[in-house]
T-cell receptor, first 117, second 114 residues
Framework: GAVVSQHPSRVICKSGTSVKIECRSLDFQATTMFWYRQFPKQSLMLMATSNEGSKATYEQGVEKDKFLINHASLTLSTLTVTSAHPEDSSFYIC?????????????FGQGTRLTVV | AQSVSQHNHHVILSEAASLELGCNYSYGGTVNLFWYVQYPGQHLQLLLKYFSGDPLVKGIKGFEAEFIKSKFSFNLRKPSVQWSDTAEYFCAVTPNQAGTALIFGKGTTLSVSS
């Protein structure tokens, strides 16, 4: 199956600093990638849809200036958590579909555990 | 807007008991349906999926799910659970369109005692 690689898997940062998370599709092209956030013992909440070559689409309640998304190529999307605070600590997961294919499942990255201290 | 409802928040079973986890969705059009499992400390793993055809779908590890269109349901079943099935289970739905996001239910925690 298709592989989505997410890096880093864990990161600890100081409050006020920024953290960049990468999501790469290793063996397929993805015009669209998705970023989710998962709090402990809760479900995955869609944060934003990342579109290659254009601005991301954010879900209601997600601060676009805080969670910067860049989808510079068909295989890479990045999520930057700016001026991180302890409440941003969470598990961030990306997913992607092979471009323009229907009837296929989304492929998920391994997730990034962000801890802001 | 689409939504997914999982009725059981926490299910506790003994080994060999049968399992059924409920999932209902709200969306008027054609959908693709999924069940994912998340073992403690691990990332999501696809259990099974439904796109079209036979509404009874078989997945990995002995799981199956039945799509009942009239009830907007996609319940997950397993005839005999094992201790190793202890995990979080998520139902998810997406419209049958290329490149749309999965919407997840809140999840069901399954605890199986040996």
């Amino acid at each position: 199956g298709a592989v989505v690689s997410q890096h880093p898997s864990r990161v600890i940062c100081k409050s006020g600093t920024s953290v960049k998370i990468e999501c790469r599709s290793l063996d397929f092209q993805a015009t669209t990638m998705f970023w989710y956030r998962q709090f402990p013992k809760q479900s995955l909440m869609l944060m934003a849809t990342s579109n290659e070559g254009s601005k991301a689409t954010y879900e209601q309640g997600v601060e676009k200036d805080k969670f910067l998304i860049n989808h510079a190529s068909l295989t890479l999307s990045t999520l930057t958590v700016t001026s991180a605070h302890p409440e941003d600590s969470s598990f961030y997961i990306c997913s992607a579909y092979p471009a323009e294919r229907m009837n296929t499942e989304a492929f998920f990255g391994q997730g990034t555990r962000l801890t802001v201290v | 807007a689409q939504s997914v409802s999982q009725h059981n928040h926490h299910v506790i079973l003994s080994e060999a008991a049968s399992l059924e986890l409920g999932c209902n969705y709200s969306y008027g059009g054609t959908v693709n349906l999924f069940w994912y499992v998340q073992y403690p400390g691990q990332h999501l793993q696809l259990l099974l999926k439904y796109f079209s055809g036979d509404p009874l779908v078989k997945g990995i590890k002995g799981f199956e799910a039945e799509f009942i269109k009239s009830k907007f349901s996609f319940n997950l079943r397993k005839p005999s659970v094992q201790w190793s099935d202890t995990a979080e289970y998520f139902c998810a739905v997406t419209p049958n369109q290329a490149g749309t996001a999965l919407i997840f239910g809140k999840g069901t925690t399954l605890s199986v005692s040996s």
